[in-house]
């Protein structure tokens, strides 16, 4: 009979840091669910198309069937007089579908972004209604459909400044923290000089000169956007690159590449990931500014900012200034509270938590 003493060990294989990090991440409930609730609000948007649109998902019309949202129909398809691409808003085509044998599947909300409510009964803008769950703007389009497209223009406009600041500012400062000495000192100089160039003046004198649109904007940006970060991974290259495994790394003949890849970058990240929400918030902010003064997306393009001005010129249309307002104050307090518990899920005082 086997002992105590001869019973082998069970060894359990440690967690690997990130996996203790999210478990840490993951008993920080506020952050937990606010990531959920972003990540849903997200994928609404990328599939705005099957909520909020002003054709119809699937037509079935004399025993044939009809996919509006991905192809364009003529009006005569539908017994119509003209050639030109179908108005679904059309009480004409709406009787149409209505007869028997013949349907349409339509959205929740019946309204594009660009779609003008033609056939209201209340002057633009008009308050919210059945038809107008939001209400609408002074040019008669519905709110409900600016916010859903225009949270998608914003959140992927955030998303792409948010990886080339954090593309750029680590490529920079892993360059100024490794090598140091002369380098550090001149590019550092360099930075201050960037640094102190008046962005928004610049912005003035491109929006004037060019089109404005969402890439030049995303351009703009992105030479701005990285000196922030590139400090946080300067300071924690310079401190990481002396310590004894870096030594031990660059004494057996690893490159230098190497050294950085593998040793110093993946112990330097975060600041990094610590920062990637608060960054995000300040990028939507950045846009919906611009796009307040007119110096931002194109016109006609969905737009947070665009529907702030227009409820700053429409006072009595408080609909428009609050909705617009409470989506903004959502969006930036999830990501306050995702990055909070980023913060503490990556804080090494909390390993042992």
Aim: proline share 7%.
């Amino acid at each position: 009979m086997p002992t105590e003493a001869s019973v082998p060990a069970v060894v359990v294989p440690a967690a690997s840091p990130w996996r203790r990090a999210w478990q840490r991440f993951a008993r920080q409930r506020r952050g937990l669910w606010s990531l959920w609730l972003l990540t849903a609000m997200v994928l609404l948007s990328l599939g705005a198309e099957l909520v909020s649109n002003d054709k119809p998902l699937l037509v079935h019309y004399q025993d044939q069937w009809y996919w509006p949202l991905w192809n364009d129909y003529p009006e005569t398809s539908f017994g119509g007089n003209f050639v030109t691409p179908t108005d679904y808003a059309d009480p004409f085509v709406q009787q149409r579908f209505s007869q028997p044998g013949n349907w349409a599947l339509y959205t929740p909300n019946r309204y594009g972004p660009k779609t003008l409510n033609y056939f209201a009964t209340m002057p633009n803008p008009a308050a919210p209604s059945g038809d107008n769950w939001l209400g609408t703007d002074d040019r008669g389009r519905d709110v409900l459909a600016q916010l859903l497209y225009g949270f998608r223009v914003s959140i992927l406009f955030a998303l792409g400044l948010t990886c080339t600041g954090v593309l750029l500012g680590v490529a920079m400062g892993a360059l100024q923290g490794y090598w140091g000495g002369r380098t550090d000192l001149a590019l550092q100089r360099l930075i201050e000089i960037w640094g102190s160039m008046p962005e928004l003046y610049l912005l003035i004198i491109v929006s004037a000169v060019l089109s404005p649109s969402v890439g030049l904007l995303l351009v703009l940006l992105s030479l701005f956007g990285w000196m922030g970060l590139s400090d946080y991974v300067r300071a924690e290259f310079l401190r990481n690159r002396q310590l004894d495994y870096v030594r031990a790394a660059r004494a057996l003949g690893v490159s230098h590449a190497g050294i950085v890849w593998r040793h110093i970058l993946p112990n330097s990240l975060t600041p990094v990931v610590t920062f990637l929400p608060f960054r995000m918030s300040g990028a939507i902010l950045a846009l919906t500014s611009l796009d307040f003064l007119g110096l931002g997306v194109p016109p006609g393009t969905p737009s947070l900012g665009e529907l702030l001005a227009q409820g700053k010129a429409n006072i009595d249309a408080w609909w428009i200034s609050l909705s617009t307002f409470g989506l903004l104050v959502l969006t930036l307090l999830l990501l306050t509270l995702i990055g909070d518990a980023l913060r503490d899920a990556l804080d090494p005082r909390q390993e042992g938590v």
